[in-house]
Nanobody, 125 residues
C-alpha cells in the first residue's frame, strides 16, 4: 500500500508556470507506475501524464510540450512541471499510483490503485 500527498498547487495567470509535487509513503521504484490526473468542475477526471520506473513518460495531447512529469526515486517524489498554463488547465490535480511490477503504462491505459487527496490549480486569463 502507498499513501500519496500532493502539494504546490495555487493560482497563476495565463502563460505562467507552476510545479506540483507528490510525496509517496514508500518507494515506488519497480513496483508502482506513477501518474497525474486532473478533474475540472463538471467534468470527468482525465489523465495528464504518466511515468514508469525506467523513466519513460506519456502525456495527454492537451498538455504535450507544456507539461513535464518527473520523479526522484531516492526521495519517493513525483513532480509535474506545468508551463504556458491556460485557463482550461484549471482543475484539481491528483497524484496516482498503479501497482505494475511487471508492466509499463501509458497515461491512457493507467488504472490507478491509489490516489492522493488532490491539489488545486487555478489559471486566470
Amino acid at each position: 500500500q502507498v499513501q500519496l500527498v500532493e502539494s504546490g498547487g495555487g493560482s497563476v495567470q495565463s502563460g505562467g508556470s507552476l510545479k506540483v509535487s507528490c510525496a509517496a509513503s514508500r518507494s515506488f521504484y519497480m513496483l508502482y507506475c506513477m501518474g497525474w490526473f486532473r478533474q475540472a468542475p463538471g467534468k470527468e477526471r482525465e489523465g495528464v501524464a504518466g511515468i514508469n520506473s525506467d523513466g519513460s513518460t506519456s502525456y495527454a495531447d492537451s498538455v504535450k510540450g507544456r507539461f513535464t512529469i518527473s520523479q526522484d526515486i531516492a526521495k519517493s517524489m513525483l513532480y509535474l512541471q506545468m508551463n504556458s498554463l491556460k485557463p482550461e488547465d484549471t482543475a484539481m490535480y491528483y497524484c496516482a499510483a498503479e501497482f505494475c511490477p511487471l508492466k509499463k503504462i501509458t497515461i491512457t491505459n493507467m488504472i490507478p490503485n491509489y490516489w492522493g487527496q488532490g491539489t488545486q490549480v487555478t489559471v486566470s486569463s
